[in-house]
């Protein structure tokens, strides 16, 4: 998928939190951003760049389809975004006992590790690729100025945030993973990619849910910055990509950006038909820039959450 600008809300509103830097840059800055975005329909890799009402996000409890989903405490750092994360997560040493062939040919529940992301990442694609498919998308954007310098531009930055943090929803349907409006959009792009090499999951565990599986995937920790990639988030969601946007002559000089361990969920049919799938991923960062010899910088932390229902 070809990255333009204003392609990512995480990137717009990550952005004005690390770079707005003075009164001086911020009135050209904020208001060249809101442009762009009216400009580019408010699009993003995470919301379905061809709808007529996708906007981008915000509330992380707004819109999330109800369902049965227990947490399981981890030991890695929790963000304040993440309270309000409703998806499972599976213990780190799940599924990784090899059971017999015949077993893993026909209980899904007795997958390993890497049978369980394939299991998930099979699923998806075909429900992709279906003869017929509805797809509603529920996306929802929380991001969290932490600190920031100098003094002076946090106040403004806070309400740009907050003005980007809405929650969206939008539904399109697809004939064998193309749009029927438009014959143009695909069906991977409306929802999130579905990519995941087994070597980026941490933990993965398959369980019997009434006549359905659930799939629970974490993803490993990844840290990245202005010139590297988080490789498994790219595989499986919508990372964090500064090449996207137009920074309008604004020179980010640090973006070193932690993904704590993005976690994937979804319900598959017995015919092996996705019914709903859901990345949560969390976020936290820290960066700086200058524009015309301005220096400031900030620490965000936040999370995009994207939820999938699909009827054929």
């Known amino acids: 998928m070809k990255y333009t600008i204003i392609k990512s809300a995480i990137a717009v509103v990550c952005v004005v939190a690390l770079c707005i830097t003075s009164w001086v840059a911020v009135n050209k800055y904020c208001d060249s951003l809101l442009d762009s975005a009216k400009l580019a ?7 379905d760049n061809t709808s007529d009402d996708a906007d981008i996000p915000s509330d992380d409890t707004a819109g999330i389809p109800s369902e049965d989903v227990t ?4 030991d890695e750092k929790t963000t304040a975004a993440e309270q309000n994360e409703t998806t499972a997560v599976p213990d780190a040493d799940e599924g990784t006992t090899a059971p017999s ?40 954007i929380a991001i969290s100025v932490d600190s920031m310098y100098p003094k002076a531009a946090e106040k403004l930055a806070k309400k740009i945030v907050e003005a980007y943090a809405k929650t969206t929803e939008s539904t399109r349907s697809f004939a ?13 792009d409306h929802v999130f ?17 009434g006549n359905d599986y659930e799939i629970n995937i974490l993803v490993v920790p990844e840290d990245a910055t202005l010139t590297k990639f988080p490789v498994y988030n790219r595989q499986c969601s919508f990372p964090l990509d500064l090449g996207s946007i137009d920074l309008f002559g604004l020179n980010i000089t640090q973006a070193d950006f932690t993904y ?3 976690k994937i969920k979804a319900t598959v049919g017995a015919d092996g038909y996705v ?22 910088g900030a620490e965000v932390s936040g999370s995009m959450k994207k939820t999938a229902t699909f009827s054929y």
């Not at 019914?275 to 400031?296: H, Q, R, S, T, W």
């Open 101 to 140: 062939a015949d077993t893993q040919k026909n209980d899904p529940t007795a997958y390993t590790k890497d049978q369980a992301v394939k299991y998930y990442t099979d699923s998806m694609k075909k429900s992709f690729n279906a003869p017929k498919t509805t797809i509603k998308t529920t996306q929802t």
């Open 193 to 209: 990619p579905a990519n995941l090499d087994p070597k980026g999951a941490k933990a993965a565990t398959v369980t019997k849910k």
């Open 176 to 188: 064998k993973g193309i749009a029927t409006d438009d014959g143009k959009g695909k069906a991977a």
């Open 260 to 262: 704590e361990g993005t």
């Open 41 to 47: 329909g408010s699009s993003s890799p995470v919301t």
């Open 275 to 296: 019914k709903y799938a859901e990345v949560y991923m969390p976020l936290a960062g820290a960066g700086g820039g200058n524009f015309i010899g301005i220096k400031g």
């Open 71 to 74: 947490d399981i405490p981890s």
